[in-house]
């Protein structure tokens, strides 16, 4: 039986594979994969932004090979980040109810 930390390990190998490769190179994001992606997996995340270049800004700011792709490890440095976020969010609202 695994731990909800490894089902949470395979849930992100497999959305990511499950949206690489539509097009081009099977193991990385092209943008209009990541665009997909984010719309349909992170919907609580992009429903607050009003930035219509959002994913643009995301997919150059995660493609740190400069390649047009986003690949498994750059897509990690994304949800990644966001946790981070999220936990400081929910920190900061602890410290305001007095935790």
Known sequence: MSTPLEDAMDTLIKIFHHYSGKEGDRYKLSEGELKE??????????????????????????????DNEVD???????????????????????????F
């Open 37 to 66: 992606l984010v719309t349909s997996k992170l919907t609580n995340f992009l429903s607050g932004q009003k930035d219509p270049l959002l994913i643009d800004k995301i997919m150059k700011d995660l493609d740190s090979n400069k």
């Open 72 to 98: 498994f490890n750059e897509f990690v440095i994304l949800v990644a980040a966001l946790i981070v976020a999220c936990n400081d969010f929910f920190e900061e609202q602890l410290k305001k109810e007095g």
